[in-house]
């Protein structure tokens, strides 16, 4: 497979006052062209410090990324100047954030927001780009762009922010589209519509996504792929039909068990008992130890590794490969 | 936006007549009036009896009321006793001379505080911003007469940098841009500590309002499409952070006009700072209600442009 993004044992800490969050820790991931990559998980378990890793946006102060290669297109992305990282974000790997209320700049129009990134990274003058962010705003379904290219984004419903927000992202046709739960603070049509929107870019335009959620439902509508971090950890991967055919993972399996469908309020997603572990006081075994029905003696104080199970799927649990055989 | 001023502008007339009534009552219970100030022994009752009948003291307080109201109309804001003229040309004589050194001031300090404080907040913790905090903690609770008082004995008196005090030279007849630089010259030592004091509270407001932005969203989304640091700061960050500090502009209207009673004393600077506290201990009541009405209209002045200016800077505000 051709692999556009590979990610190898990145790790992106924060250094705060109570101690080291290890926020992501030696995570490893790839991503093939044209393809979709789904990451879930719980709250707080690193997944947007992943993605914002990618295009080196983690603040610093506090974090650090400690460790690891970010390759794209056979570059590493951590070894590039500033100056060549910039000329990547929002060119050849966009980002579309969680929060569409608060992603765009009040004091200015969409079209100005929108016509910056193309002048920024296209050798276009004003008003070409502002006939080509008129036409990105009709291909994500804004009816009457013409007006809305004036209009600030506190005249604009959620959904049609995020909506101008995929135009942003897309408008310099990028080969990533990295989407940080681009639908999770919309209502349920709108998730739809805005889901929907994103598999039609795709197949239009062949860009890869790296998208984000902690809703299943999303991932089996919208991955090729998937892998479920835990803790900073990847404790998962597989094709999403065989993820969702033979999950393995006591973690993977409770989110499952949940039963969790697009149209269901997200508060109710998760019924795993217990509670994310205290990054400052990680268990020394599994990190999932605490909260496993199935854990064993040597969960407590061995780390399980991520490992190869057939079919191409991994997993990082003692009850699977040659660990607890050892 | 027109009509929105209009409407601002003449709700400001009750306000202003209900200040009006206030500050003439607050001054007809204040002890005493400008007769009994008048500490000159030789002045007989008799005098001051018909001094009193003069001023209208004697008529009740209504018809003293309409007198002033008339006099305000007329242009002329009563007459100052000290000085025996209208209170506007009073006041006209020696305020300009305090905006210029409050503008002058305001300008510096903005000018100023802008860049320190985004510096500040973008090199948050760093050498510079340890810097600067101290400088701000020293700008604040520094008394403004010893600080004047420091500058005097060091640049002016053992350095002779500068002028001890006053707007000009004595009998200066200079013209034009001599005239202007003569000022100049001894403007800097007030100007330095009218500056410190106000460049410190200007510098941390617009640091802490930068702070607060570059944690927003908008922020990481505009570094996200690629923009250079510089425009992320200077445009996206500082455009919103500006918006509460020009309300603070809006609002120092009246202050550039007040005088700096304190500094302007000091260094015997020909503003109404001085006149103001003049009047106090003189019981030049005119005087005093003409400079008070004067900065109740400014500030109701000052409001509006801070409401007009809000509403210019940032697009979520719609002026109704
Ligand atoms: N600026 C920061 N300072 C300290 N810790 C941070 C910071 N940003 C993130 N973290 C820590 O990193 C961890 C991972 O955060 P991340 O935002 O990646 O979670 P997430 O998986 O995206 O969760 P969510 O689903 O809520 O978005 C969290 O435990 C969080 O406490
Ligand atoms: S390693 Fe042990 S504790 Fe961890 S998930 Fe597997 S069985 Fe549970
Ligand atoms: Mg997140």
């Known amino acids: 497979m051709d692999e556009l993004l590979i990610i190898k044992n990145l790790k992106t800490y924060f250094y705060t006052d109570e101690g080291v969050v290890k926020a992501v820790d030696d995570v490893s991931l790839r991503i093939n062209r044209g393809q979709t990559l789904c990451i879930v998980g719980e709250s707080g378990c690193g997944k947007s410090i992943t993605a914002m890793s990618i295009l080196r946006l983690i603040p610093d102060p506090p974090g650090k990324i400690e460790g690891g290669e970010i390759i794209f297109e056979g570059k590493d992305l951590l070894k590039l100047s500033d100056d060549e990282v910039r000329e990547i974000r929002g060119n050849k790997i966009s980002m579309i954030f969680q929060e569409p209320m608060t992603s765009l700049n009040p004091v200015f129009t969409i079209g100005n927001q929108i016509i910056e990134a193309i002048m920024l990274h296209q050798k276009l003058d004003k008003k070409e780009a502002t ?4 036409e990105a705003l009709k291909l994500v379904g804004i009816p009457r762009a013409e007006e809305i290219i004036n209009a600030y984004p506190h005249e604009l419903s959620g959904g049609m922010r995020q909506r101008a927000m995929i135009a942003m992202a897309m408008v310099c046709n990028p080969t990533l589209l990295i989407a940080d739960e681009p639908t999770t603070a919309l209502d349920v049509t709108i998730q739809a519509q805005i889901l929907d929107l994103m598999r039609k870019l795709k197949e239009e335009t062949k860009t890869s996504i790296m998208l984000i959620t902690h809703d299943l439902g999303v991932v089996a509508e919208m991955a090729e792929y998937v892998t479920v971090m835990y803790a900073g950890k990847v404790v998962e991967e597989a094709d999403v039909i065989e993820l969702f055919k033979n999950p393995k993972h006591p973690y993977t399996l409770g989110l499952l068990e949940s039963k969790p469908q697009i149209h269901i309020d997200k508060e109710k997603l998760y019924s795993i008992p217990g509670q994310v572990p205290n990054p400052f006081n990680l268990p020394k075994g599994c990190y999932f130890f605490p909260r496993c029905e199935r854990a064993m003696e040597i969960c407590k104080e061995v780390m399980p590794t991520l490992k190869e199970v057939g079919n191409g799927h991994k997993v990082a649990c003692h009850l699977y490969g040659g660990d607890n055989n050892e | 936006m027109r009509q929105y001023i209009t409407r601002r502008l003449l709700e400001m007339i009750p306000v202003l007549i209900g200040i009006s009534i206030l500050i003439f009552v607050i001054f007809q219970l204040a002890p005493g009036d400008a007769v009994s100030a008048i500490v000159d022994p030789k002045t007989s009752a008799e005098t001051k009896a018909k001094l009193r009948e003069q001023l209208h003291l004697n008529e009740p307080i209504l018809v003293q009321y309409k007198y002033w109201v008339m006099d305000i109309l007329k242009g002329q804001w009563g007459e100052s006793f000290y000085y025996k003229q209208p209170v506007s040309r009073v006041i006209n004589s020696f305020i300009w001379n305090s905006f210029y050194l409050s503008l002058a001031s305001f300008l510096l300090s903005a000018i100023l505080s802008i860049p320190i404080g985004v510096l500040s907040a973008t090199k948050q913790y760093s050498k510079f911003d340890y810097i600067f905090t101290i400088f701000a903690l020293i700008g604040i609770s520094m008394p403004s007469f010893f600080f004047g008082l420091l500058l005097i004995k060091w640049f002016a008196v053992d350095l002779k940098l500068f002028p001890v005090s006053g707007m000009t030279n004595p009998g200066s007849t200079a013209t034009g841009f001599a005239l202007f630089k003569e000022v100049m010259h001894h403007m800097a030592l007030p100007l330095i500590v009218l500056t410190l004091g106000s460049l410190a509270g200007l510098m941390r407001y617009t640091r802490s309002s930068m702070l607060e932005v570059i944690r927003q969203d908008y922020i990481r989304t505009a570094r996200a499409k690629g923009l250079r640091e510089k425009v992320v700061i200077y445009k996206h960050a500082l455009r919103n952070a500006l918006i509460p500090v020009v309300t603070i502009f809006g609002m120092s209207l009246p202050g550039l006009f007040s005088g700096a009673i ?59």
């Open chain 1, 131 to 134: 006939k080509k962010s008129v």
């Open chain 2, 262 to 320: 304190i500094t302007e004393q000091i260094f015997n600077w020909p503003g109404i700072g001085p006149i103001e506290l003049q009047a106090v201990n003189t019981r030049d009541y005119p005087l005093l209600m003409g400079i008070n009405m004067l900065l109740a209209l400014l500030t109701l002045l000052g409001n509006l442009i801070a409401d007009v200016t809000y509403a210019l800077v940032d697009p979520r505000i719609r002026l109704k």
